[in-house]
């Protein structure tokens, strides 16, 4: 069973910066790969980013480039969300997701562990 454990969200002014962290706290070479994803209240969860363990191959929300990075320690199990330049809209509870399916996979579907998710909120 892989737990997760997220951390680093907060309270952050528009324009400003967070690096969220999930940490797989079980053996990870079981699963393929890691995403973000978020929801904000009343909308429906969305993909953020994903990462594979292996190959460090990313992908990024289209809407979210060139503000946001994912990468990942291998060595610590842990995987990084470093989000620049935060707008008011970016407030939703994030959360990380492991999947043992191959790829890089936006569906939320194809995930097979979460994270108890990390409160973003950025003020205006």
């Known amino acids: 069973q892989v737990q997760l454990v997220e951390s680093g969200g907060g309270l952050v002014q528009a324009g400003g910066s967070l690096r969220l962290s999930c940490a797989a706290t079980?053996?990870?070479?079981?699963?393929?790969?890691m995403g973000w994803f978020r929801q904000a209240p009343g909308k429906e969860r969305e993909f953020v980013a994903a990462?594979?363990?292996?190959?460090?191959?990313?992908a990024v929300a289209g809407s979210l480039k060139g503000r946001f990075t994912i990468s990942r320690d291998n060595a610590k199990n842990t995987v990084y969300l470093q989000m620049n330049n935060l707008p008011p809209e970016d407030t939703a509870l994030y959360y990380c997701?492991?999947?043992?399916?191959?790829?890089?996979?936006?569906?939320?579907?194809?995930?097979?562990?979460w994270g108890q998710g990390t409160q973003v909120t950025v003020s205006s």
């Open positions: 990462i594979i363990w292996g190959s460090g191959r990313t």
């Open positions: 079980a053996r990870t070479f079981s699963t393929y790969g």
């Open positions: 997701a492991a999947t043992n399916n191959v790829g890089i996979l936006l569906g939320s579907l194809r995930y097979d562990y």
